[in-house]
């Protein structure tokens, strides 16, 4: 039997647009903005609207999630329910009292809350007045946000995160044109990445100097979506292609996170294609004095890179990657509805880095999960038999569990996700829940993976 340690969290992930839907919500996001304007960029042409009615349903789903054997969830606030006058920062009174609810429903059903700030959901008037996160401006107006969310719900919120997959940002909305505004510029992308940084440094220091006045035991961390690159092959130009990779990727947003400062090698990369971050001594500063008590892993697929086909191109048209191609490894198990590799391999890596590289730092998974497109094909009895995500979960839990075995500070695992819900672009398309949501009728039901989570949950392990 694997057994995990006594204060293992067993957890699983959402965030607030995905799941709660727009009701009474007082501003817009991004997504909603887009989907108003453009719904056949949608698949199905279904928005954000009602998600999964999570806003309205919360005190069935709750419980339900607590049958599911989940006793912590990660969601998210939206910046958009919360903040009324974005201007002012006044908060909405409905928004507050809804997550106060929901927070109090979590712990009266036994579930920790673990609360994230930002999930892709920025305020589409902040990308209208001032560019969004090409706007160091935005930073703290993103720190006054965060500062509010800890005065209000502080008091029972013990997990905070500032961030969920800041590098999804960069490659959504300035690279590969997957989420609003759908630009593609390599340059901005840097400062993007830097401004992250720098609002999650902010925040941070918000979070501590609220914590001493409140005499409060809580943590902050950030959530980063690694994705190491292996290399093709060991020829030197393929290494080096992956280590760039790495930087790239990864490393951008770990670094500064845990260790306060930015890959130097990065650095110079960027520095000698004239394209660095503008920063200045007191901001460097301020991220190096403020790291993450805790960080949260996103894992689903592994990055395969060998050296870029072409030479790098001119620097107006700098990219990331102009150092390194994707590359599809021969053999690899694929799931086929994603197009994604699968392999559990990588979350015994990326603990061994964690314990060596990163201070061995307490972490934990905060999603990892398998997303089936029309998953109905698998029903019996009224049951989901989604065997293929019981293996998929198994498998990763063992790696993770060497990885502990091996030392690994990591202290829990966040399937995505608890319910069935709304994915960005690709709205139902896929879905990743121990729940079943039936978007029709808002019938939630357990999976077969329900049913199975819970079990490994009680007996903390299989
Ligand atoms: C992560 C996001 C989640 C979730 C998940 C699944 O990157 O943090 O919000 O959506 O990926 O990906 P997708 O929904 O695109 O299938």
Redesign the pocket.
């Known amino acids: 039997m694997i057994k995990f340690p006594d204060d293992f969290a067993w957890g699983a992930a959402t ?1 607030g647009p ?1 799941s709660e839907g727009n009701f009474h919500k007082p501003n817009q996001n991004v997504f909603d903005y887009w989907f108003e304007k453009k719904p056949d960029d949608f698949y199905d042409g279904v928005g954000p609207d009602e998600a999964s009615n999570f806003y309205n349903d919360y005190q069935k789903d709750i419980p339900l999630m607590a049958k599911a054997g989940i006793k912590a969830l990660r969601t998210s606030i939206q910046w958009t329910r919360l903040i009324k006058n974005l201007d002012t920062g006044e908060v909405d009174p409905d928004g507050a009292e809804f997550y106060n609810n929901v927070i109090n429903c979590l712990i009266e059903n036994g579930i920790e809350p673990y609360i994230n700030l930002f ?2 959901d920025l305020p589409i008037q902040l990308y209208q007045e001032f560019s969004g996160w090409e706007s160091k401006h935005v930073t703290d107006l993103f720190a006054d946000y965060a500062e509010k969310c800890f005065e209000l719900f502080g008091d029972r919120v013990k997990n905070w995160f500032t961030f ?2 800041p590098k ?1 940002i960069l490659d959504g909305e300035y690279l590969y044109q997957f989420h609003y505004p759908l630009k593609v510029d390599g340059p901005a992308s840097v400062q993007v990445a830097y401004n992250l940084n720098l609002a999650s440094a902010k925040a941070i220091k918000r979070f501590r100097a609220w914590k001493a006045a409140n005499n409060s035991d809580a943590k902050i961390g950030t959530i980063l ?1 690694l994705t190491p690159a292996y290399p093709a092959s060991n020829d030197p130009e393929d290494v080096k292609a992956a280590k760039f990779a790495t930087m790239w990727d990864d490393n951008m947003f770990l670094d500064p996170a845990v260790l306060g400062h930015f890959p130097e090698e990065l650095v110079q990369i960027l520095d000698d294609a004239g394209v660095l971050f503008q920063s200045t001594p007191e901001e460097l500063k301020l991220i190096a004095d403020n790291t993450v008590d805790v960080l949260g892993v ?1 894992f ?1 697929h592994p990055e395969r890179v060998q050296r870029p086909s072409v030479s790098p191109k001119s620097l107006q048209d700098w990219m990331p990657d102009i150092y390194f191609d994707n590359y599809e490894m021969p053999g690899r198990v694929m799931n086929v509805d ?1 197009g994604w590799e699968i392999y559990p391999q990588t979350l015994y890596d990326i603990a061994i880095n964690i314990r060596d590289n990163y201070k061995n730092i307490p972490w934990f998974v905060s ?1 990892n ?1 398998m ?1 089936v497109s029309r998953e109905e094909r698998f029903m019996k009895d009224g049951v989901i038999q989604d065997d293929y995500r019981i293996n998929f979960i198994h498998d990763h839990l063992v790696q993770l569990h060497k990885g502990i075995e091996a030392g690994s500070n990591c202290h829990g695992y966040f399937v ?2 608890a319910i069935d819900c709304w ?4 709205a139902y398309r ?1 879905r ?1 829940g121990l729940i079943r949501d039936d978007i029709h009728t808002q019938t939630k039901t357990l999976k077969k993976s329900g049913q199975w989570y819970a079990k490994i949950s009680a007996d903390n392990g299989f």
């Open positions: 965030s995905q999930h892709f969920n997959e999804v979506n996103n689903y994603k999603e999960g997303g995505w996700t994915s960005w672009k690709n896929n990743y």
